[in-house]
């Protein structure tokens, strides 16, 4: 049987580059992978054109589809604002004692409230809403300005020293290492501090100490110095302290104060009303709550 004649291939160009008797030819690609090539650019152009691509100083070109993901995710929360629209219709009109134990609103309102919890409170509250150093936490019965809901539900929407909102909890305490106060006076002070809650001092100057609570700090913290919470001042004859309860930090406090501020969500729509009494009510329930 004759043999089919083998068709040998066009010899190929070699580039002119050789390396330690390596030659460098000049083979082509395949067909098939530079018809793929040319789609992909012919696909990249018309994706170019039809949908936002090219970056601008103001955003980017619209295309011609018009298709934009912010307009998309801006639908479907107006989607469920609109489906959730009765919901917070009625939570605006009860009485804020009465959500929680509504079976219509009462489970609405604590997820709710624990989802702007997360969005907005962790940075400061902790995401177990445990507090830290300068921040309360939320968990305990400690409360600055009033544990019950409606305390709550002010302090959310007024915030605490804003000076976004003229309805805020507004409290100043003096710095009293301002010419106010001798060093001798302070050390003795926070010596009587330390003894509230049953601490090693040193009983000179904690007497001392006394005389110069009285004159100086009973006003606020009163004269058992529990606190007072119509000015936000903290219970000072227990363990919890918001910046720590060592002699250097209560020294720190007297001498230089502590003003914390807490937004006002009300204040250009960063919380709804709805939200603020969603996240009120979580707060509430989270077991602190008075």
Known sequence: MARKPVKKKAPVKSTGHSWDGIEELDTPMPRWWVWTFYLTIIWGIGYLIAMPAIPLVHGATPGLLG??????????????KAKNAPLDEKINGMELSKI??????????????????????????GSGAEGNKGFPNLLDDDWLWGGTIDDIYTTVKHGIRSEDDDDTRLSDMPVFGDDY??????????????SLSNRQTDPALAEAGAVVFEDNCAACHGEDAKGGREVGAPNLTDNIWLYGGDL??????ITNSRHG????????GKLSEAQIRQVAVYVHELGGGE
């Open 248 to 253: 250097a930090t209560i020294t720190e406090t």
């Open 261 to 268: 501020v807490m937004p006002a969500w009300s204040v250009d």
């Open 100 to 125: 929680a134990s509504d079976p219509e609103v009462g489970a609405y309102a604590i997820n709710g409230g624990h989802a702007v919890f997360q969005t907005f409170c962790i940075q400061c509250h």
């Open 67 to 80: 298709k934009s993901s912010r307009a998309d995710v801006a639908a479907e929360i107006a989607a469920v």
């Open 181 to 194: 106060l001798s060093d001798e006076e302070i050390a003795s002070a926070a010596q009587f501090v330390l």
